[in-house]
């Protein structure tokens, strides 16, 4: 939901900590004026906290001796990558110092014969997908700000996006880390090989841990083979419950996609207005999908797959023939980001997830919501994983409809909880689901996580405020 940029109290900076980042880092990578300060406050939430003073350091060492100081002080640090995220897990909501590992953006190693890469976390994700192309690799997490976001920041949240339906989420795309306790020891966890079960899986432990648990300054990704072609389709139909029965056939049986991706009525009404795109005027669902194999293959997967459908009636059914093609059919999903920033930029975005046999009655359900609560509501997003960005299109300057969102949305993460779903599939709790997450998890488990956070942070100085209630 959207939190109140209520800045907490701060706490107070002790002398030896400032005397000490200010000799390991100088003047230019410890900063506490307030114009620097102001550009580490926001996020893609539009939410502002402002931290006391901001660190850049530039290796592991630097990072071990930062959170060693901190630690010493009792002070909270706030890892942050590119700030790209949407729930406010990389904003000071306590104050404190944001730790930003932007500088330490080294590609250490591309192994193409293990198939694997070495990274900082300040890497870019679209800067290392440019640089595994000629390989022939690539890694598969896409989250849709790859050309901003860093690795760092989708280790962190457990990113996906679009090619989460074949290929999994990051998580499932880590080999080891290296990374940095909150009082400034060094671990090291996983490998370089696809196989290890030795000891409990901190690596995975730590991926999607929000910069709760440790600092990655060093991650060993696991690589995929680069498909030689792709080729998109669009189906529209004229009953979003149709097209969502579209979606579970299409994942019950048959070719694996690589993406399918779903745009409810008020998505293509929005399109039709914001841009004028061709879209049948009876068309109240959209499905987009994605194919991709060998360049001798993907023509005939991309008409087997239309075909698998096509008992259901769509209205328009468009197979793209070759990478032009491809980018047309594509353009919907790719103009419907910036149609609602334009068109509600002050919009709730939700990512919630149901297994995919629960899609058509999560998509009844927000309906249903959203005309007795009278808001709003455009859903769209990966519908091969059940995963629906659920964006409440509100007003945050309006009152009155701001006091209905809170209940709007516990009526949202219920209905997810009844259909055996997760309050988040990619971007994390942060803040804002922070007041949910009881909703999700039982006591027993919450208490476990609970003592795993104090384990590894004894002092609670690592992003202070996020992930648990």
């Known amino acids: 939901m959207a939190i109140p940029a209520k800045q907490e109290p701060h706490p107070e900076w002790s002398e030896r900590l400032l005397s000490g980042l200010l000799g390991l880092l100088g003047t230019d990578r410890f900063r506490t004026d307030l114009p620097t300060r102001e550009g580490y406050a926001w996020d893609n939430t539009g939410l502002r906290w402002l931290p006391q003073g901001v660190a850049l350091p530039e290796t592991a060492t630097e990072v071990a001796a930062i959170l060693s100081l901190c630690h010493q002080a009792r002070f909270p640090v706030v890892p942050r990558g590119a700030g790209s995220g949407n729930v406010g897990g990389a904003l000071a909501v306590q104050g404190g110092l944001v730790l930003s590992t932007q500088r330490l953006n080294r590609v250490i190693e591309i192994n193409p014969a293990d198939r694997l890469a070495v990274v900082e976390p300040g890497v870019v994700n679209r800067e290392l997908q440019e640089l595994l192309a000629p390989h022939a690799l690539f890694w598969p997490p896409d989250p849709s700000s790859a050309r901003v ?164 009636g769509p209205l328009e059914t468009v197979v793209a023939t070759n990478a032009e093609e491809s980018r047309q059919v594509w353009e919907a999903r790719e103009a419907l980001s910036p ?25 009844a359900g927000l309906e249903r919501i959203s005309r007795e609560s009278g808001i709003p509501i455009v859903n769209f997003g990966h519908a091969g994983n059940g995963n629906i960005h659920v964006n409440l299109l509100v007003d945050a300057t309006d009152n009155a409809t701001m006091r209905r969102v809170e209940p709007v949305l516990k009526q949202i993460f219920g209905l997810v909880m009844t259909l055996e779903g997760s309050l988040s599939g990619e971007h994390g709790v942060g803040v804002q689901k922070r007041p949910f997450v009881a909703m999700e998890m039982d006591p027993a488990a919450l208490a476990l996580q609970k003592r795993i956070k104090a384990l590894f942070d004894p002092r609670a100085i690592l992003n202070p405020g996020k992930l648990l209630p």
């Not at 919009?347 to 995919?356: A, F, K, M, W």
Request: a positive charge; proline letters at 4%.
């Open 339 to 363: 149609t609602l920033k334009r068109l509600a930029p002050k919009r709730i975005n939700e990512d919630v997830v149901v297994p995919v046999s629960r899609l058509p009655e999560l998509i």
């Open 149 to 312: 976001c860093t690795v760092g920041g989708n280790l962190a949240m457990c990113a996906a996006g679009p090619g989460a339906v074949r290929y999994g989420v990051t998580r499932d795309w880590v080999l080891g880390l290296t990374a940095v306790l909150a009082d400034g020891t060094i671990i090291r966890c996983g490998g370089r090989t696809s196989k290890g079960v030795v000891g409990y899986d901190l690596t995975r432990l730590l991926v999607g841990s929000e910069g709760t648990l440790a600092v990655v300054t060093q991650a060993t990704l696991k690589l995929a083979p680069r498909p030689e072609a792709r080729r998109q389709l669009r189906l529209v139909f004229a009953e979003v419950a149709t097209a969502t029965r579209a979606v579970v056939e299409l994942m019950s049986r048959g070719d694996a996609l690589s993406a399918i991706e779903f745009l409810d009525a008020a998505c293509l009404g929005l399109l039709r207005d914001g841009g004028g795109m061709a879209i049948p005027v009876d068309g109240r669902a959209m499905l987009l999908l994605e194919v991709a194999g060998d360049a001798a293959e993907v023509g005939e997967l991309a008409t087997r797959t239309a075909a698998r459908v096509a008992a259901l």
